[in-house]
């Protein structure tokens, strides 16, 4: 089987890892010069490709793939993978296309439950992007005869990127919006359902999340009384000095079922909430 993923970043680099054993060849993008040779020390042949324009090699590099994992965020003019590589892989044929979106593209639903039938709508720029982007894989699928798979994330975190990185950066938060909540998925979680998802290949739309929409604050004291020292105050949203990005996140709060993953997948959490998921990491900081 050979394998490639274009955007190798913090998730598809966990999935590589994960399934690595299993390809005879790992292709993957990177737009940065400066990261090629990371991508070959985890053992992936890479490839630069920035969206703008096809990439050298990988028209060559995806026939004979028989599977492909798209991590890239589309961008004013849509997918760039599709937009450029689309004829590549539609002559390639791969048996798997798994596509990594976000349950951004839910938008506002006041904290009630969503799953994979509500209606989209999109608050954001960038989510309604990845709806326009989530629609043209759909297509393709659709013209082309053969599955793609969309997984729409969670909040990513994992080593490296959680809460005790925070406390240890001195920027850790306690924010509280009345009512706001979030879901969250570890990035091994990720891998894990992209794993099982790979083996049964169908043209289907999953959310990868834990079982806990938490309020973010509620995160930050579990981490501060794991780590034995004192949270940090509480600061009212209102008041608080956020980024225009940071604060258009607390515009969306919803709740996002992931019981498709586990009926359809049979898939069971490695990480089903952030509590199980930071007593270990703790072992990391």
């Avoid at 966990?14 to 020390?41: C, H, M, N, Y």
């Avoid at 359902?193 to 579990?222: W, Y």
Wanted: aromatic share 10%; charged share 20%.
């Amino acid at each position: 089987m050979r394998l490639f993923v274009f955007g190798v970043g913090y998730s598809s680099t966990a999935f590589i890892r994960e399934v690595g054993d299993q390809f005879d060849w790992i292709g993957g993008t990177t737009r940065s010069p400066g990261k090629l040779e990371e991508l070959r020390k985890i053992g992936v042949e890479p490839f630069l490709f920035d969206g703008t324009t096809k990439g050298d090699g990988i028209a060559a590099a995806l026939q004979g793939v028989t599977h492909v994992l798209v991590s890239i965020a589309p961008d004013e003019a849509g997918d760039p993978v599709l937009r450029h590589h689309g004829e590549d892989m539609a002559s390639a044929r791969p048996a798997w296309i798994g596509y990594l979106s976000t349950v951004g593209v839910y938008g506002n639903h006041d904290g009630a439950w969503v799953n994979e039938d509500t209606p989209c709508k999109p608050v954001s720029k960038r989510s309604v992007q990845r709806v326009a982007a989530e629609n043209a894989w759909l297509e393709f699928s659709a013209a082309n005869g053969f599955p793609v798979q969309i997984f729409r994330l969670a909040g990513i975190y994992g080593p490296g990127r959680n809460a005790f990185e925070n406390f240890k950066k001195g920027t850790a938060r306690r924010l509280v919006k009345p009512g706001q909540v979030f879901n969250r998925i570890h990035v091994a979680d990720i891998a894990g359902t992209l794993k099982a998802a790979m083996v049964q290949p169908s043209t289907r739309i999953f959310n990868v999340t834990d079982d806990e929409p938490a309020p973010p604050q509620d995160v930050v004291a579990h981490a501060a009384e794991l780590l034995g020292v004192t949270p940090p105050p509480e600061v009212p949203f209102e008041t608080a000095d956020l980024t225009p990005m940071a604060r258009s996140f607390y515009g969306e709060n919803k709740r996002v079922s992931n019981q498709r993953l586990k009926d359809e997948l049979g898939y069971v959490f490695r990480y089903p909430d952030y509590r199980v998921a930071l007593k270990d990491l703790l072992t990391t900081v």
